[in-house]
């Protein structure tokens, strides 16, 4: 996985523990990480520029785009949305980790 700016707010333990527990070989652990990874980035990204008020959207993409691991984004975001920002990303991490663990554990 890539650095960004919001990792110290991921916690995916229980994911973590159900793809080594469905995962065959390492290629298949990657991969399924990759997909996970990528859904992160994107439902982070959705929640942020829903908070975000429209005309901080610009500037955001911009910032995250030259540094997409910049922590100083979060302070850009506690100052533009509030404090609440941390939350708000925490719950859609937490929603996702859900919707994961119910799809991979369905699969078995």
């Not at 527990?21 to 992160?40: G, N, P, T, Y």
């Not at 540094?67 to 509030?82: I, W």
């Amino acid at each position: 996985m890539s650095k960004l700016f919001f990792d110290q707010l991921v916690v995916l333990d229980d994911v973590d523990g159900e793809i080594k527990k469905v995962a065959k070989s390492k290629e298949e652990k990657e991969e399924l990480w990759q997909l996970v990874d990528e859904m992160v980035h994107h439902r982070v990204l959705g929640c942020v520029l829903d908070a975000l008020p429209r005309k901080h959207h610009e500037e955001f993409l911009e910032r995250f785009h030259k540094a997409p691991h910049d922590e100083s984004l979060m302070d850009f975001l506690r100052q533009k949305v509030g404090d609440n920002i941390d939350e708000l990303i925490r719950q859609e991490i937490g929603g996702l980790a859900f919707e994961l663990l119910e799809e991979i554990r369905a699969k078995k």
